[in-house]
Nanobody
């Protein structure tokens, strides 16, 4: 079965950190650009960050720039999102997505071939 599985969500205090993982099963991520998206209650899903196939091309939404870092380890078939300095406006379900393309369209994918089911991030004091 071809799927993406996110993990690493949880509850942290403002200013805290989390590292999300996006692992692929049933296919290799080597040829896929990967995007992270989030959806807060009552809001539309929004792009957060995106990484190209080579890992050398990374882009971020302005709201997370300087705080979040996207990376990939193709040997582990996994993409990560390191989130530092979490703010009260960051809580959401975070999703990863894959597109069979070499690069992203800024911090989002042009299209999505696979979505994960999401992992919940909560920020509370």
């Amino acid at each position: 079965q071809l799927q993406l599985v996110e993990s690493g969500g949880g509850e942290v205090q403002p200013g805290g950190s989390l590292r999300l993982s996006c692992a692929a099963s049933g296919f290799t991520l080597d040829y896929y650009a990967i995007g992270w998206y989030r959806q807060a209650p009552g809001k539309e899903r929004e792009g957060v960050s995106c990484i190209g196939v080579s890992g050398g091309s990374t882009n971020y939404a302005d709201s997370v720039k300087g705080r979040f870092t996207i990376s990939r380890d193709n040997a582990k078939n996994t993409v990560y999102l390191q989130m530092n300095g979490l703010k009260p406006e960051d809580p959401a379900v975070y999703y990863c997505a894959a597109e069979s393309a070499p690069v992203c369209l800024d911090y989002v994918l042009r299209g999505v071939d696979y979505w994960g089911k999401g992992t919940l991030v909560t920020v509370s004091s």
